[in-house]
């Protein structure tokens, strides 16, 4: 399951006021600003009411600039992902530790 998303905009402004509008027909009607620390981005998310996982920051976008997260149950679920991607030949996968 994913669990959010960030994408890289290069006119925040612009961006936030288009997903507001494309959003609000799929439920997706709450906002929340992040302000970035300790090496973080501002960011501005998007939700449900239950939970912000569509997030956008302000920057160049490249092929770098999208972010997915996806949900684990628990640290054995991530360390098998992160062996599978491993084995995997040329994967562009980071993971945390």
Do not use: C
Not at 9 to 20: M, N
Not at 22 to 31: C, D, H, S, W
Not at 67 to 92: I, M, R, Y
Request: aromatic share 12%; charged share 25%.
């Amino acid at each position: 399951m994913i669990d959010h998303v960030i994408l890289t905009v290069s006119d925040f402004k612009r961006s936030v006021a288009f997903y507001a509008k494309a959003l609000k027909p799929l439920g997706i009607t709450t906002f929340i600003d992040y302000e970035g620390k300790d090496g973080h981005p501002d960011l501005k998310g998007f939700g449900d009411g239950k939970r912000h996982f569509f997030w956008l920051k302000e920057g160049k976008p490249d092929p770098q600039a999208v972010h997915v997260g996806f949900v684990a149950k628990d640290h054995s679920e991530v360390d098998a992902f992160s062996v599978l991607s491993q084995l995997t030949e040329n994967s562009p996968l980071t993971y945390p530790k």
